[in-house]
């Protein structure tokens, strides 16, 4: 074999090296997208913030796609219009905030024209559109679909190469399906949410309503349980998740009264032994008609248990101390403090200094020592404040209905 022929071998072999090394590097990147996909599908969790989520792909993204600033826009409802809003995003974009909507307008303009985004440089000849003098290079996809666009997202002069490409537009399109797909589930679940609450709040609402001197207690109950629940955290250990639960046992915890007679409810009298034997009834009758529902029976020991005594002396089942699940415990003392600052048929309410005393009195007899100490070592009168104000709460949540939505999400997720 002469050099000519030793030449063309070494030629080929030098060809093939380099196709190996493109092929090597196209696998590679297939991989990284296709791993980047994968985590955002597992990371689909509709426990997780929207914009976390969208922050998580904006962080993902740009580990395969080098960019110098990427964002995610989305419509929000603000002051009775909807507005663009940054919701994510990292680096420098050299895109303003304020001319999102500009942005918007030309990638609905491409989008119509039958093109899958908004691509534009500099590279093969002057910009589209006008920008401003720091890009280079512009890419944006919408999120969801074109005709009912719920926002975009955007990355500008990209680090690793003069221009974007199709393989960065498909890229940038599956990242944009996924967020609006984990909106899109957001939005539903959401609204899911808010139908759960309303119906127990209509539930309640319909239980409470049967006597007038009691309106308003399941959700006093709710609140006030919460309130202990909360400040237990500090002295053992008690998840949010379990906090949720014990909110929603105690605007739950008399659901048994559904059937009672109003007359029963309300009578002045004593009650005779078949009377107070309906009345007995209703912790069992309430736990009952939840267990049917699987997504209730987290919250049935705080229903069923909320009337036993600590010192074993209450109802149904007579149990004992700490045999009494917790969430029995706190909806007990919930229970017993509401009744005595609300007015009765048969009494007038009591004052909240010599409720606080009564509370104190039946620590280790009617109550769990740990809870009355929970409860008395707290700022109670901020917890009074919000019952007085109608549930407006001021420590974290703004009404009744956003806190009752969050908790319900324990339940249904």
């Given at each position: 074999?002469?050099?000519?022929?030793?030449?063309?071998?070494?030629?080929?072999?030098?060809?093939?090296?380099?196709?190996?090394?493109?092929?090597?590097?196209?696998?590679?990147?297939?991989y990284?997208?296709?791993?980047?996909?994968?985590?955002?599908?597992?990371?689909?969790?509709?426990?997780?913030?929207?914009?976390?989520?969208?922050?998580?792909?904006?962080?993902?993204?740009?580990?395969?796609?080098?960019?110098?600033?990427?964002?995610?826009?989305?419509?929000?409802?603000?002051?009775g219009?909807?507005?663009?809003?940054?919701?994510?995003?990292?680096?420098?974009?050299?895109?303003?905030?304020?001319?999102?909507?500009?942005?918007?307008?030309?990638?609905t303009?491409?989008?119509?024209?039958?093109?899958?985004a908004?691509?534009?440089?500099?590279?093969?000849?002057?910009?589209?559109?006008?920008?401003?003098?720091?890009?280079?290079?512009?890419?944006?996809?919408?999120?969801?679909?074109?005709?009912?666009?719920?926002?975009?997202?955007?990355?500008?002069?990209?680090?690793?190469?003069?221009?974007?490409?199709?393989?960065?537009?498909?890229?940038?399109?599956?990242?944009?399906?996924q967020?609006?797909?984990?909106?899109?589930?957001?939005?539903?679940?959401?609204?899911?949410?808010?139908?759960?609450?309303?119906?127990?709040?209509?539930?309640?609402?319909?239980?409470?309503?049967?006597?007038?001197?009691?309106?308003?207690?399941?959700?006093?109950?709710?609140?006030?349980?919460?309130?202990?629940?909360?400040?237990?955290?500090?002295?053992?250990?008690?998840?949010?998740?379990?906090?949720?639960?014990?909110?929603?046992?105690?605007?739950?915890?008399?659901?048994?009264?559904?059937?009672?007679a109003?007359?029963?409810?309300?009578?002045?009298?004593?009650l005779?032994?078949?009377?107070?034997?309906?009345?007995?009834?209703?912790?069992?009758?309430?736990?009952?008609?939840?267990?049917?529902?699987?997504?209730?029976r987290?919250?049935?020991?705080?229903?069923?248990?909320?009337?036993?005594?600590?010192?074993?002396?209450?109802?149904?089942?007579?149990?004992?101390?700490?045999?009494?699940?917790?969430?029995?415990?706190?909806?007990?003392?919930?229970?017993?403090?509401?009744?005595?600052?609300?007015?009765?048929?048969?009494?007038?309410?009591?004052?909240?200094?010599?409720?606080?005393?009564?509370?104190?009195?039946?620590?280790?007899?009617?109550?769990?020592?740990?809870?009355?100490?929970?409860?008395?070592?707290?700022?109670?009168?901020?917890?009074?404040?919000?019952?007085?104000?109608?549930?407006?709460?001021?420590?974290?949540?703004?009404?009744f209905?956003?806190y009752?939505?969050?908790?319900?999400?324990?339940?249904?997720?």
């Open positions: 074999m002469g050099p000519a022929s030793n030449q063309s071998l070494r030629d080929d072999l030098e060809l093939m090296e380099k196709h190996l090394e493109k092929l090597s590097t196209e696998l590679s990147q297939c990284e997208q296709i791993m980047l996909l994968y985590n955002l599908s597992t990371h689909m969790n509709l426990d997780q913030s929207c914009s976390t989520y969208l922050q998580l792909a904006c962080d993902q993204l740009t580990q395969i796609v080098p960019v110098e600033g990427i964002a995610i826009f989305l419509e929000k409802k603000i002051e219009g909807k507005r663009l809003v940054l919701s994510a995003g990292s680096g420098l974009l050299s895109i303003e905030p304020s001319t999102a909507d500009i942005l918007q307008m030309h990638l303009a491409e989008l119509t024209a039958g093109r899958e908004l691509l534009d440089s500099q590279v093969d000849g002057p910009f589209k559109y006008a920008w401003s003098p720091r890009l280079r290079n512009i890419l944006a996809v919408p999120v969801g679909p074109a005709d009912r666009m719920a926002g975009f997202l955007v990355a500008t002069n990209i680090q690793n190469k003069p221009d974007f490409d199709s393989t960065d537009v498909k890229l940038f399109h599956s990242v944009a399906s967020c609006a797909v984990f909106i899109e589930n957001g939005r539903l679940f959401n609204d899911l949410k808010e139908l759960f609450i309303g119906s127990l709040k209509a539930l309640t609402n319909s239980i409470d309503a049967k006597d007038q001197y009691t309106r308003g207690h399941s959700e006093r109950v709710a609140l006030i349980a919460r309130w202990t629940a909360e400040q237990m955290k500090e002295m053992s250990p008690i998840s949010e998740e379990e906090i949720h639960h014990i909110y929603l046992a105690g605007l739950l915890h008399d659901i048994g009264k559904i059937g009672v109003e007359s029963v409810l309300r009578k002045q009298g004593k005779t032994d078949e009377e107070r034997a309906v009345i007995l009834a209703h912790p069992r009758i309430g736990a009952s008609i939840l267990s049917e529902i699987p997504q209730m987290p919250i049935v020991p705080g229903v069923l248990y909320h009337h036993e005594r600590y010192d074993g002396q209450g109802y149904p089942e007579g149990l004992r101390g700490p045999d009494i699940p917790l969430s029995a415990r706190i909806i007990a003392l919930a229970d017993a403090f509401d009744a005595m600052t609300s007015r009765r048929v048969y009494r007038e309410a009591m004052s909240i200094r010599r409720a606080l005393t009564e509370v104190e009195k039946g620590s280790g007899v009617q109550f769990d020592p740990a809870v009355v100490q929970a409860f008395l070592g707290s700022p109670v009168e901020n917890l009074w404040k919000a019952i007085q104000d109608g549930f407006i709460e001021t420590w974290d949540y703004s009404s209905e956003e009752g939505i969050k908790a319900v999400g324990a339940l249904i997720r």
